[in-house]
């Protein structure tokens, strides 16, 4: 069983679309993260909740639009795409809310903005 | 910035060989972790080091942290084929969200 699962793992659309990207875990674990890689590998933190609840919220666009429907899930949705958004966007969990814990990702999705 | 900085940015190793990466940081922190990140894969955790840890081992990998010179290095030994990868260091706070670098790209050559 795959302890984080994003769904899809390629997304390729137009500018201006809406998009949603799904992460779902297994290990029960409470913090769930979303993250984006750019082009150079760089891993920039972009929302973090705990128990459904938002805790952190770096500084996004309003367009990306988290949401945590129960504590196993977080989404992604990002409305008006545009080409700067192509990248690819990791969920990640920990257990507890302390910041000496290992997290856990899922594989990525890429997203191409054409 | 907490940043991490990793180096170098690539290294190609023959198979059998050590490989070592560095990671500067630049404020105080409360733990450092590395990760490995395979080609279209996601992070994998390796290890973490606390601010009181001086040396950790884990298999193959010691990690060593040097909180007065803010950096800390990685070391693979008998390095594998498998072992290529990206490796990231990422430091954090009791406040803060963890912070990575942009990682060494590691080649193993058989």
């Known amino acids: 069983d795959t302890a984080v699962s994003q769904t899809p793992k390629y997304l390729v659309t137009q500018m201006g679309n809406d998009k949603s990207i799904k992460c779902e875990q297994n290990?029960?674990?409470?913090?769930m993260y979303w993250y984006k890689q750019d082009s150079k590998k760089f891993l920039k933190i972009m929302f973090s909740y705990n128990n459904k609840e938002l805790i952190i919220n770096e500084t996004v666009p309003n367009r990306f639009s988290p949401k945590s429907p129960d504590k196993a899930h977080l989404n992604l949705h990002i409305n008006s795409l545009e080409l700067g958004d192509s990248a690819v966007y990791f969920c990640a969990t920990q257990a507890g809310t302390g910041r000496d814990q290992p997290q856990h990702f899922g594989d990525g999705t890429r997203l191409s903005i054409l | 910035s907490q940043q991490g900085e990793e180096d170098p940015q690539a290294l190609s190793i023959q198979e059998g060989e050590n490989a070592t990466m560095n990671c500067s940081y630049k404020?105080?922190?409360?733990?450092l972790q590395w990760y490995r990140q395979n080609s279209g894969r996601g992070l994998v955790h390796l290890i973490l080091i606390r601010s009181n840890e001086r040396e950790k081992h884990s298999g193959r990998l010691r990690v060593t942290l040097d909180t007065s010179k803010k950096s800390s290095s990685l070391l693979i030994t008998a390095s594998r084929a498998a072992d290529t990868a990206s490796y990231f260091c990422a430091t954090g706070t009791t406040n803060t969200p963890l912070v990575f670098g942009k990682g060494t790209r590691l080649s193993v050559i058989a």
């Open positions: 290990l029960g674990h409470d913090t």
């Open positions: 404020t105080s922190i409360n733990n």
